[in-house]
């Protein structure tokens, strides 16, 4: 059974400060991975994906891959009230196009 | 340009009655995703359209569910007999085709279902 696993949280974090998002993955075949945004009651949105080791950097977020240690990260800087929301963490291992999901981390930037 | 669109919105129906969510997917979208949410969880995935490949069902949880894409485009995901268990949002999600495994995948609005 393939598996994503994210810590559920909430994680909170002062405004301004940077948060730290975790997810592990049991497939070591996996190949791409990638970072939704959910606000309560709406759609997940993209925020990032991230295929090499290493890290990633798009404005204030920042998404690192391990392989070998088999996980991803996503950070944010300067974190603001409106990052409040579910992150959700999705795998692909890369023979088809589905995804794996994790269940997601609940983020609380506090002003 | 236009999203992935969903209908209804909201949908409340009484236990045994069968329901129909359409999905219309972004244009030139080749692939065509069906998730549940069920309050405070995670996505669980139903069923996977690509082009005019056969799905992939293994997602199904029952009998009662079943899904068509007509035409390449547009998606019905349908609930026979409903139940209360089938509560939850429905999320319509599609991808451009692009290298296996990196496209992004846009959701939709969602179908808010609610079995009495």
Redesign the interface.
Known sequence: QKEVEQNSGPLSVPEGAIASLNCTYSDRVSQSFFWYRQYSGKSPELIMSIYSNGDKEDGRFTAQLNKASQYVSLLIRDSQPSDSATYLCAVNAGNNRKLIWGLGTSLAVNP | GAGVSQSPSNKVTEKGKDVELRCDPISGHT?L?WYRQSLG???E?LI?F?GNSAP?KSGLPSDRFSAERTGGSVSTLTIQRTQQEDSAVY?CAS?LAGE???????????TRLLVL
């Open positions: 692939a995703y969880q995670g996505l995935f996977y690509q992939d999320l991808s296996k495994g990196r496209e992004t995948q846009y959701f939709g609005p969602g």
